[in-house]
């Protein structure tokens, strides 16, 4: 496993997390020079059933306890490295059906194309930071002729919300992580990865779930919230310094 570069973690620690592009007020335009996605209910359209592999993992009791300690969402892997092996094994087993079914009825995400054409019309670069496995990021990039490099799946250790993945992939761009955008559907995760590490957060909600009550106290927050993949063009057009670099980058 590669080891992280220090710059960006020097960086993690100089710079606070920001708040809501709503309250932005600095007249100086950012520059954006990279994107990381999420992979399943970003990139790809919802079709794992997380509450019954919860369930089906923890059991109906754990679970329910669990989601009212936890009311953004339940690491459910993190709770699986704290049992023995044996009990790990068969979880991951279930897991893996699970995810197995998932890209069986893989879909791509309405506006995932057109976006990532856009970016690499501004020569943007594209990662992938996902908690699925690496067989599951490989179908993806089959199936529909996508690339996104670097791509992490759970095998990178730590996974999100922790922000190394993250800064791993800035140290790799040679860029700092307010020069990068977090894309993803999952306010523990994917935003926390994001403004943990010190990047821009984008969180995708497309049924307006996270409106309800009981994320409104949650510790990390978007920096934008939108409910489609097109409507996050339209917020990287209007608030970001999207020059290109010089054309020797080469698209992913």
């Known amino acids: ?10 960086f993690l620690f100089l710079n606070p997390a920001r708040a809501f592009s709503s309250m ?3 007249s100086v335009t950012p520059k ?22 919860y369930r089906a993992v923890l059991g109906d009791q754990e679970y329910l306890r669990i989601k009212s300690q936890s009311p953004s969402g339940i690491d459910i892997l993190h709770h699986i490295e704290t049992w023995r092996p044996d009990k790990q094994k068969r979880a991951y087993e279930i ?6 079914q998932g890209s069986d009825k893989l879909q791509i995400m309405p506006g995932a194309l057109e976006l990532c054409d856009f970016l690499n019309s501004k020569n943007i670069r594209r990662g992938l ?30 996974y999100k919300p922790d ?3 993250l800064l791993h992939i800035c140290a790799i761009w040679n860029m700092e992580p307010d020069e990068v955008m977090m894309v993803g559907d999952s306010l523990k995760d994917d935003v926390a990865c994001g403004k943990r590490a010190g990047a821009f957060a984008c969180l995708l909600d497309e049924t307006g779930r996270y409106d309800a009550p009981e994320y409104q106290d949650v510790e990390f927050k978007p920096d934008y919230k939108v409910s489609s993949l097109s409507e996050l063009r339209t917020i990287l057009e209007k608030n970001f310094n999207l020059t290109s670099e010089p054309n020797s980058m080469v698209h992913n």
């Open 1 to 10: 496993m590669p080891l992280l570069c220090f710059r960006p973690l020097l």
């Open 24 to 26: 932005t007020t600095s």
């Open 32 to 53: 954006l020079r990279g994107v990381v996605f999420d992979m399943d209910g970003t990139l790809t359209v919802p079709v794992i059933d997380f509450p019954a592999m």
């Open 95 to 100: 897991i893996a059906d699970f995810e197995k």
């Open 129 to 158: 930071i996902t908690r699925n496995v690496k067989d599951a990021v490989d179908i993806f990039h089959k199936r529909f002729g996508m690339s996104f490099s670097p791509a992490l799946s759970r095998e990178y250790r730590p």
């Open 163 to 165: 922000p190394a993945p």
